[in-house]
């Protein structure tokens, strides 16, 4: 039978499903597949998706990367959209869709020494404090419900995400809501094929994230405060480039990190995983832990690249020039040829020489807050197990459903009981 993109059936995002899909990609003896739905080039194996990533030549290019899945010709032709289209075309480019010194400048005002910054050295100190404050605000919140069954995504994981990146930036908590509200629609906009009511909300809540964060860093040009927008600022972004950074940084570092929380949440609560949670009662296993589930349960599974030419695979396969590509960071992630059992958690991966996941992506569009993601799934897990030692997923074989997306696998709920409670 020919090969076939697994991914837009239902259930395919199930762990075992995954799993399955991802290992007869990986023993097909091809490296990439064209996707019939979208047009886009899959590609799954570790070197191909790092060779493309650190773009060293100019086959490839990220200038649309954040463009919407859905083809512009849909959105012109839909009147509904335009209003927030208008607005979106003055938004220059700023991250991941930048490049050159248009992008060298942005990620040296982001990293820049004083004030907040998203270093790495910065990070546990500038951060640490705001996300212990905030998942232990989220686990009050739990507690507080009692025995009840609770959805773990809407009660924790959501709030947590949604409070760290809005405090950092440099909003306030009565934005938090909408935060969510906007970031669900313009993560829809970048993963799915939207009909014409989808394209009007994910075009709407991008431009009212963007329309935000210009008017917040607006403010803080008349009126600086500790946060990053004024960071930004008084590192040389001017109003525009600093309000467009924001929002980018705001959308990266919601969906992707609260994904991977509930991920890793599902496996460490299963039978599979049961022993991994209790271990964590010793803090100690804490650092090799964490690396394993970004790696084998990020919220990210795959991330997009344009041929600006031809694009040659390790294996010889020519993409051809003007395709959208869809490096697949999860299945790269578990490339049986990198990785020994690439489904199960292992301790022993740096001793092994295993190379580095490529959950954050690798080479000069490295995720800029991933020490932050990181540091937020941690103590997320240590105040989780600290405080409900006993939680279960509720019911406890669960099934979980998992909104069909190209790019983000996130489970849309997960109830949970606490009943360990201290
Ligand atoms: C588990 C959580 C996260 C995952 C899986 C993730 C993944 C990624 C990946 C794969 C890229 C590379 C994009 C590319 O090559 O085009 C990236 C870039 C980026 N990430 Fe993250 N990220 C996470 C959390 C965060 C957080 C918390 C923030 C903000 C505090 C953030 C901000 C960014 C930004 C601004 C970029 C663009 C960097 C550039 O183009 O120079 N991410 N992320």
Known sequence: MPLSFPFTQPDAYQPEALARNYDALHSSGVSSLREQTTGLYAIWKYDDVEQILKGADDS????????????????????????????LVTVPAATANAHGQQHEEVRRAVFAQGGLSLRLDATTLAFGELIARRAQAAADDLASRGGATNDFAAVFARPLAAGVISAIVGFGAQDEWRVQQWSDAQTALLGRPLDRRGQKVGVRGLSDLSRACRALAKARAASPASDLASHLLAHGLDVRRAGATLMNIMAAGYSTSYGTLLNSMRFLLSAEGRSWWDGLAHEDSLPDLVTELIRVETGLIGWKRLAAKDVRLSDGTLIPAGSQMLLMLGAANRDPDRFTEPHRIRRDRAERKEPKPLTFGTG????????????????????????FPGMVLQPPTGWFRYDPDYLFRTPVSLPVRVHGED
């Open 60 to 87: 490839v290019s990220n200038k649309t990367t954040l463009n919407p899945l859905t083809p512009m010709a849909r959105f012109a032709a839909n009147p509904a959209a335009w209003p927030s289209l208008a607005h």
């Open 364 to 387: 000069p569009h490295l995720c800029l807050g991933r020490e932050v993601a990181r540091a937020e799934i941690s103590v997320a897990l240590s105040v989780l197990r600290h405080r």
